[in-house]
C-alpha cells in the first residue's frame, strides 16, 4: 500500500467577513472561517497542532501556531471529518491564509496535512 494514502486528510474551507467586530476606519477587518478536515486515509490520526500563516493586502504576515484547534486535538478514524468555526483579523480588505495541521497515525508516524491557500475578502471587494 501507498504510503500516502495511508496517511491523507482533506482540508476543506469557508470564509465570512464579520462586519459587526470590523472597523475599517481603525484597517481592522474580521473573518470567520469554517473547516472540515476530513481523514481520507486508511489509519486513525489525531491532530495535533496547526500553524498559520496570514497575509493581508499590504503583505503583512501574521503567523500562529499552537496546539490543537478551538481547544481540542481531534481524533479521526478513516472517512470521520471534525468541523470547527476560528477567525482572524488583518489591516486590509483583503487577503489570505494557507497553513498544516501536524497530525500523529494511531501507527505512530507523524505527517503534515497542508492546507490550501484561501482568500479572506470583504464581500464586493473582489469581482
Known amino acids: 500500500m ?3 494514502k495511508r496517511y491523507q486528510i482533506t482540508v476543506k474551507t469557508r470564509t465570512t467577513f464579520v462586519p459587526e467586530q470590523s472597523d475599517e476606519g481603525e484597517n481592522r477587518f474580521v473573518f470567520a472561517y469554517t473547516i472540515t478536515i476530513t481523514n481520507t486515509g486508511n ?17 503583512q504576515v501574521q503567523e500562529v501556531r499552537g496546539m ?4 481540542e486535538q ?3 478514524q478513516p472517512e470521520e471529518s471534525f468541523e470547527y468555526t476560528s ?4 489591516a486590509t480588505p483583503v487577503g489570505t491564509m494557507r497553513g498544516a495541521y501536524q497530525m500523529v497515525a494511531e501507527d ?3 505527517f503534515d496535512a497542508p492546507v490550501p491557500e484561501f482568500m479572506l475578502s ?3 471587494v473582489l469581482h
Open 2 to 4: 501507498e504510503p500516502a
Open 43 to 59: 489509519v486513525p490520526a489525531k491532530l495535533l497542532s496547526r500553524h498559520w500563516v496570514i497575509t493581508d493586502a499590504d503583505n
Open 68 to 71: 490543537g484547534v478551538v481547544g
Open 74 to 76: 481531534p481524533f479521526l
Open 87 to 90: 477567525g482572524a483579523a488583518i
Open 108 to 110: 505512530g508516524t507523524t
Open 122 to 124: 470583504m464581500p464586493r
